[in-house]
């Protein structure tokens, strides 16, 4: 067990500010090694944390937490955070059923200011808690926290340019680990940077500046020709050009694993009235060798041995991730007009071996989902056929350009959403909760779910004959089986259902992976009496009216099973169309409630909400009487 002596000193940052400064080295130490035991043992954000376990302590060190506001992007490297914010004990029960959230969480602490799952967030949100503070003529800081990763999101430059022309009190800082404009950490950057932040040459430059604006008729092109010259030389100098021109003060790089340095440096920063930019650099994973030699293969982990590392686990059941991308290159074998996209997430949506097989028609964007959507759209226009491979939640942000760039314009672009559903350990910022009530309502859009991974490649095939507009397919983080990589694709009938199950007067109609919760459901009552007719619903939008006019008259009840928001997914749907058609027979919709659902395994989580075979069981027998007898038939495929 980590010996944590200073670390057990501190409930919050009050007690941190009382150490003495030399005690930080060592308090990081300890930080770094109760962090690698605990998330160790029950999983977790891990090489995110690792990185930033020094800044972390400077900011709270140096900064009046929590009346001074300190803001992270994103929010899965603040698992440091959380511990000197009172959280050390109950780290052990993060990402897990009623413990906290592996991201910031405003209801969880008063130090967490703001709460995001998504990046590039955290300089546009700390922007307007600095303009309140003005505003309400308020005394306190405010810093933001982003990586470079986040600078590949049009966002972040959008609350830089709308920061800098500010003039506001303001400290952003940049988390950098891998960007190509850190050099590195020497003794001329160093020097540079310890002249700029004393208080002598910020006299000397403020008395400057001062002096030339009084010279008549000259002083302010003199100023402008004074700060050109400046930005000039730091531009030759430093990598903070587009900051300086961006309206900050630029500072950096700066070694962001010394602390007493990082200490040193907020305090001479803290107080500047005006935007300035921190530039730290880090080590993903530092402290671990393990994650530093691989950061992405130690970003989310699994419990492991901190001895031996992760180890290679054996082969399991193919999850719809491992069946995209299996099929996505099989389709492209055959299909050269085939180019794959996604934004920063290639290993989580299952593209990498796309990637390898075909890297010219690889595109990774970096996370800016809008850009992703706009650049295949300029490729459908030249007869290309991309694929977006993004997370349901993350495609949210894109929703604008879906439908001005891609839908208006008829363009036939397949977006495979993973993490469609309830995500489980990431909570409600990566739940795929809204996927079919957001797309459902776009003109030409068609929206489909595969039951598993054959169904999948199927989809996929089926997009591909599809030219007169965007096409959907939403699965989410769990297993596809049964799934045959080497199975021939086929082209479905666009919007046809499957009978996968007959019954007389029961329907279930069923989305996904909810189709074999149906089936074991409908077994179950069948032995009590019911007559269940299950249907694999795998278009969401265009509906299967023949099927709808053919069989709802006739039933005693519909129920709709789907993993997404009941207020406008599938089950609206449905219902819309009995309205429309006058059809009387009782639908009832079985989804995810209008609330955002909290974190815990996908399972305990399907389970709370009653979407599995047990829930819909007890659905059907809370609103329908059973017959006296039984009646069971054989399950019976019946593919149009």
């Given at each position: 067990?980590?010996?944590?002596?200073?670390?057990?000193?501190?409930?919050?940052?009050?007690?941190?500010?009382?150490?003495?400064?030399?005690?930080?080295?060592?308090?990081?130490?300890?930080?770094?090694?109760?962090?690698?035991?605990?998330?160790?043992?029950?999983?977790?954000?891990?090489?995110?944390?690792?990185?930033?376990?020094?800044?972390?302590?400077?900011?709270?060190?140096?900064?009046?937490?929590?009346?001074?506001l300190l803001v992270w992007d994103v929010g899965h490297q603040a698992?440091?955070?959380?511990?000197?914010?009172?959280?050390?004990?109950?780290?052990?029960?993060?990402?897990?059923?009623?413990?906290?959230?592996?991201?910031?969480?405003?209801?969880?602490?008063?130090?967490?200011?703001?709460?995001?799952?998504?990046?590039?967030?955290?300089?546009?949100?700390?922007?307007?808690?600095?303009?309140?503070?003005?505003?309400?003529?308020?005394?306190?800081?405010?810093?933001?926290?982003?990586?470079?990763?986040?600078?590949?999101?049009?966002?972040?430059?959008?609350?830089?340019?709308?920061?800098?022309?500010?003039?506001?009190?303001?400290?952003?800082?940049?988390?950098?680990?891998?960007?190509?404009?850190?050099?590195?950490?020497?003794?001329?950057?160093?020097?540079?940077?310890?002249?700029?932040?004393?208080?002598?040459?910020?006299?000397?430059?403020?008395?400057?500046?001062?002096?030339?604006?009084?010279?008549?008729?000259?002083?302010?092109?003199?100023?402008?020709?004074?700060?050109?010259?400046?930005?000039?030389?730091?531009?030759?100098?430093?990598?903070?050009?587009?900051?300086?021109?961006?309206?900050?003060?630029?500072?950096?790089?700066?070694?962001?694993?010394?602390?007493?340095?990082?200490?040193?440096?907020?305090?001479?920063?803290?107080?500047?009235?005006?935007?300035?930019?921190?530039?730290?650099?880090?080590?993903?994973?530092?402290?671990?060798?393990?994650?530093?030699?691989?950061?992405?293969?130690?970003?989310?982990?699994?419990?492991?041995?901190?001895?031996?590392?992760?180890?290679?686990?054996?082969?399991?059941?193919?999850?719809?991730?491992?069946?995209?991308?299996?099929?996505?290159?099989?389709?492209?074998?055959?299909?050269?007009?085939?180019?794959?996209?996604?934004?920063?997430?290639?290993?989580?949506?299952?593209?990498?071996?796309?990637?390898?097989?075909?890297?010219?028609?690889?595109?990774?964007?970096?996370?800016?989902?809008?850009?992703?959507?706009?650049?295949?759209?300029?490729?459908?226009?030249?007869?290309?056929?991309?694929?977006?491979?993004?997370?349901?939640?993350?495609?949210?942000?894109?929703?604008?350009?879906?439908?001005?760039?891609?839908?208006?314009?008829?363009?036939?672009?397949?977006?495979?959403?993973?993490?469609?559903?309830?995500?489980?350990?990431?909570?409600?910022?990566?739940?795929?909760?809204?996927?079919?009530?957001?797309?459902?309502?776009?003109?030409?859009?068609?929206?489909?779910?595969?039951?598993?991974?054959?169904?999948?490649?199927?989809?996929?095939?089926?997009?591909?004959?599809?030219?007169?507009?965007?096409?959907?397919?939403?699965?989410?983080?769990?297993?596809?089986?049964?799934?045959?990589?080497?199975?021939?694709?086929?082209?479905?009938?666009?919007?046809?259902?499957?009978?996968?199950?007959?019954?007389?007067?029961?329907?279930?109609?069923?989305?996904?992976?909810?189709?074999?919760?149906?089936?074991?459901?409908?077994?179950?009552?069948?032995?009590?009496?019911?007559?269940?007719?299950?249907?694999?619903?795998?278009?969401?939008?265009?509906?299967?009216?023949?099927?709808?006019?053919h069989r709802m008259p006739t039933a005693r009840m519909v129920l709709?099973?789907?993993?997404?928001?009941?207020?406008?997914?599938?089950?609206?749907?449905?219902?819309?169309?009995?309205?429309?058609?006058?059809?009387?027979?009782?639908?009832?919709?079985?989804?995810?409630?209008?609330?955002?659902?909290?974190?815990?395994?996908?399972?305990?989580?399907?389970?709370?909400?009653?979407?599995?075979?047990?829930?819909?069981?007890?659905?059907?027998?809370?609103?329908?009487?059973?017959?006296?007898?039984?009646?069971?038939?054989?399950?019976?495929?019946?593919?149009?």
């Amino acid at each position: 067990m980590a010996q944590t002596r200073l670390l057990d000193s501190i409930q919050v940052p009050k007690d941190l500010r009382a150490l003495p400064e030399e005690d930080l080295p060592r308090l990081c130490g300890e930080l770094r090694d109760h962090l690698i035991e605990v998330v160790s043992g029950i999983g977790g954000h891990f090489s995110s944390s690792l990185g930033v376990v020094e800044l972390t302590v400077a900011l709270h060190y140096v900064l009046n937490t929590p009346r001074d506001l300190l803001v992270w992007d994103v929010g899965h490297q603040a698992y440091i955070h959380k511990i000197l914010t009172g959280r050390k004990e109950a780290l052990k029960t993060i990402r897990r059923l009623g413990g906290i959230s592996g991201f910031l969480k405003r209801t969880e602490s008063e130090y967490d200011v703001y709460g995001a799952g998504h990046a590039s967030t955290a300089l546009s949100a700390a922007y307007g808690m600095a303009v309140a503070r003005d505003l309400k003529g308020e005394q306190f800081r405010v810093a933001a926290v982003f990586g470079d990763g986040a600078l590949t999101g049009g966002l972040c430059y959008e609350a830089l340019n709308n920061a800098g022309a500010s003039h506001r009190r303001f400290l952003a800082i940049l988390n950098d680990n891998q960007m190509s404009i850190s050099p590195n950490v020497g003794a001329i950057y160093r020097y540079l940077n310890n002249f700029a932040q004393t208080p002598l040459y910020q006299a000397f430059r403020r008395r400057i500046k001062d002096g030339l604006e009084r010279i008549p008729r000259y002083g302010k092109p003199m100023t402008h020709l004074a700060r050109r010259l400046e930005e000039g030389a730091k531009a030759t100098l430093t990598p903070g050009a587009i900051f300086e021109a961006l309206g900050f003060d630029y500072y950096g790089p700066l070694d962001g694993h010394n602390v007493l340095e990082l200490v040193k440096v907020l305090r001479n920063l803290k107080d500047l009235d005006r935007p300035v930019l921190l530039h730290v650099l880090t080590t993903k994973g530092k402290g671990y060798g393990p994650a530093e030699e691989s950061p992405e293969g130690y970003h989310g982990v699994k419990p492991f041995s901190p001895e031996e590392g992760i180890q290679a686990s054996a082969p399991g059941k193919p999850m719809f991730q491992d069946a995209f991308g299996a099929s996505l290159v099989q389709l492209a074998r055959r299909d050269p007009r085939m180019v794959g996209i996604t934004a920063a997430m290639p290993t989580g949506t299952g593209i990498v071996p796309f990637s390898l097989e075909f890297p010219e028609r690889f595109f990774d964007v970096g996370i800016a989902e809008e850009h992703a959507t706009i650049f295949a759209a300029g490729l459908a226009t030249q007869g290309l056929r991309p694929v977006c491979a993004i997370y349901s939640t993350f495609l949210q942000r894109a929703y604008d350009q879906i439908v001005h760039d891609v839908a208006l314009q008829h363009l036939p672009v397949l977006f495979c959403m993973d993490r469609a559903g309830l995500a489980g350990e990431d909570g409600p910022t990566h739940h795929g909760a809204f996927d079919m009530a957001y797309l459902r309502p776009i003109p030409g859009m068609v929206v489909s779910a595969p039951r598993d991974g054959n169904e999948l490649r199927n989809l996929m095939a089926t997009a591909l004959t599809y030219n007169d507009g965007p096409f959907a397919i939403r699965y989410p983080k769990a297993p596809a089986v049964p799934f045959d990589p080497e199975a021939e694709p086929r082209v479905l009938p666009l919007g046809q259902w499957e009978i996968v199950r007959e019954g007389e007067d029961l329907i279930l109609l069923a989305v996904g992976p909810m189709v074999q919760e149906a089936l074991v459901a409908a077994d179950a009552l069948a032995a009590e009496g019911y007559h269940v007719e299950v249907v694999n619903c795998r278009f969401i939008k265009p509906l299967d009216e023949e099927y709808l006019a053919h069989r709802m008259p006739t039933a005693r009840m519909v129920l709709t099973v789907e993993e997404g928001i009941a207020s406008g997914g599938f089950g609206s749907a449905v219902m819309e169309w009995k309205e429309a058609h006058g059809v009387s027979s009782p639908v009832a919709v079985l989804a995810i409630p209008d609330q955002f659902v909290t974190h815990g395994s996908r399972g305990e989580l399907l389970k709370s909400i009653g979407l599995t075979s047990e829930g819909i069981a007890e659905a059907v027998r809370s609103r329908v009487t059973r017959r006296s007898a039984p009646h069971r038939k054989i399950r019976k495929a019946v593919v149009g």
